[in-house]
């Protein structure tokens, strides 16, 4: 599967506290990877009648603790520590059995742990205490993607899109143009992934996912002009990146620049699978 095919990590998925996303490949480190906690920016009323954001002088002490436990078990969650981080998830709803942010971590934790029924279950529970969380509606629509529930996750991503303000437009995006070209949707895919990239040009999932989807549609030249922004920053190379490129430029019969790139390939990444299936001539597979 290409590096950034099935993206997400931060990149890709929202967060019960801030960010944290299923397994994918696009080269991530780490399988799951979680933000720091984030102000949810709502509102309140202050003694003379005029709305005021919430602080920590109006978070009541039920709060603080869900939050507080919330917050350990994404930690862990971002460690790959799942048993542990459902633990802390369990005494967080046990504080408060309505916390969102805690019901969408569960998700993630149960997803994570092959338990799809309930990562389901958890998911619609956050969902029906707060309908409009984006951060929810983002996990699950990239969890109902997994399970190749295509017409479902669409509507999750485009919940998410709909909720006024929402400031994580691009990663949303990034998200629903992977899943709709799992479906095989590659016209909606681009124009999707391109919005993405209009938003967040520097994201390299959203590059990579971009290229990777004007080559499947013939777009070549653009393709590789696109797979090239990856290549002038050498912490982004990759085998991934590398190979898109020679996939790229043997569809389009260059093969001075097949073989360059090739070299560069088995150079730094010779015992890469990508390596191999260059030496194999494997280019369509």
Not at 57 to 68: K, P, Q, T, Y
Not at 94 to 111: I, K, M, Q, T
């Amino acid at each position: 599967m290409p590096l950034l095919l099935a993206v997400l990590a931060a990149a890709a998925l929202a967060g019960c506290v801030s960010g944290p996303a299923l397994p994918v490949p696009m080269g991530e480190s780490s399988p799951t990877s979680l933000g720091g906690p984030r102000s949810s920016g709502s509102s309140g009323v202050n003694v003379a009648g005029r709305r005021d954001l919430v602080t920590a002088s109006d978070e009541s002490d039920l709060a603080r603790r869900a939050r507080i436990r919330t917050e350990l078990a994404a930690a862990y969650f971002s460690q790959g520590q799942y048993v542990t981080a459902l633990d802390e998830v369990k005494r967080a709803l046990s504080v408060d059995p309505n916390h969102v942010p805690a019901l969408n971590l569960r998700g993630l934790v149960y997803a994570n742990m092959g338990e799809y029924p309930l990562a389901e279950e958890s998911f619609r529970s956050a969902l029906k205490v707060q309908p409009a969380d984006a951060d929810t509606l983002h996990n699950f629509g990239w969890f109902l993607c997994q399970q190749r529930r295509f017409p479902l996750a669409r509507q999750q991503f485009e919940a998410a899109m709909a909720v006024p303000q929402y400031r994580d437009a691009a990663r949303t995006l990034l998200a629903a143009g992977i899943c709709e070209a799992r479906a095989g949707e590659l016209q909606a895919a681009q124009i999707i992934l391109q919005r993405s990239f209009d938003l967040d040009a520097s994201n390299p999932a959203t590059v990579f996912n971009l290229a990777d989807v004007m080559r499947r549609r013939g777009e070549l030249e653009r393709a590789f002009l696109y797979v090239q922004r990856l290549q002038q920053s050498p912490e982004l190379v990759s085998p991934e990146t590398l190979w898109l490129a020679i996939r790229i430029q043997h569809r389009r019969n260059l093969t001075g620049s097949v073989e360059e790139l090739g070299s560069t390939l088995r150079a730094r990444f010779p015992k890469s699978r990508e390596a191999a299936a260059y030496e194999q001539g494997q280019f369509d597979e």
